[in-house]
């Protein structure tokens, strides 16, 4: 409970679907923060940071998501975990919460994304309906 709570207060989310409000930017092509994360996949420019949290999507298993997990690792240490001084296993818990958490909003974003011919706003329309 404590690390999915400081990760989901990081994300700025109570539950998986409220990953919803983000829809813009996670379906979107190009923009700016995806051009910043494409150049540290690339070259390690520009580090991601963890407030607000800003997982990278289109590349999940890249370089920027695997920097966040490290981040928030150390965050969680930071905030107590292991007294401060937590263990080779505690760390790997961490690690693995974070990884399990991540995957199942992507599969969440993965179900919700707007199909074929069809637009961001009849998706929401369309999630709203289902949720």
């Not at 949290?53 to 490290?70: A, H, P, S």
């Not at 001084?85 to 199942?104: K, M, S, Y």
């Amino acid at each position: 409970m404590f690390v999915r709570k400081h990760l989901h207060s990081l994300l700025h989310i109570e539950h998986t679907a409220d990953i919803s409000k983000y829809s813009d930017e996670i379906f979107a092509c190009d923009t700016p923060l995806q051009r910043r994360m494409a150049a540290y996949e690339e070259h390690s420019l520009g580090e991601p940071g963890l407030e607000p949290m800003q997982v990278n999507w289109k590349v999940f298993n890249g370089r920027w998501n695997e920097m966040l997990c490290e981040h928030f690792v150390q965050h969680c240490v930071q905030a107590g975990l292991g007294k401060g001084n937590p263990n080779a296993d505690e760390l790997q818990l961490v690690t693995n919460i974070f990884w399990e958490c991540l995957g199942r909003i992507r599969t969440w974003i993965n179900s919700n994304a707007p199909k074929k011919r069809e637009t961001m706003e009849d998706a929401e329309v369309q999630n709203a309906e289902r949720h």
